[in-house]
């Protein structure tokens, strides 16, 4: 019974440790790409130990699978890499549109 009630906990847990890793990432204003890369680092840390927690009550055994399942192909660490790959993809077009795109939109009116 207490299995049966931990996963969908360490689930909500895990997509909850997601969610400051995104705001760290994209989400802070005034900030430039080397700073929001160092305030993510710390907890993409705690997002995997989350997700890695969740993998294992995933990972044991139940009525309904007896023999368990292999850590890497649960949910919560499947989707902790899924996110992982996702922000890191999106992270790194964000610094190429800021280094290389952004300074080329600055008009005229605009400088001081």
């Not at 890369?37 to 993998?55: D, P, S, Y």
């Not at 790959?85 to 290389?100: C, D, T």
């Amino acid at each position: 019974m207490f299995l049966e009630l931990a996963r969908p906990l360490t689930f909500f847990l895990s997509m909850l440790s997601l969610y400051p890793v995104l705001v760290a990432a994209f989400f802070v204003p005034g900030t430039r790409w080397e700073e929001r890369l160092v305030g993510a680092l710390l907890r993409v840390a705690l997002a995997g130990c989350t997700c890695l927690m969740g993998g294992l009550v995933f990972s044991r055994p139940s009525p309904q699978n007896p023999g368990g399942e292999p850590l890497m192909s649960t949910l919560p660490v499947r989707m902790f890499i899924w996110a992982m790959v996702g922000m890191a993809l999106l992270f790194a077009l964000s610094w190429y549109l800021e280094e290389y795109f952004v300074p080329l939109m600055q008009h005229d009116c605009c400088r001081r």
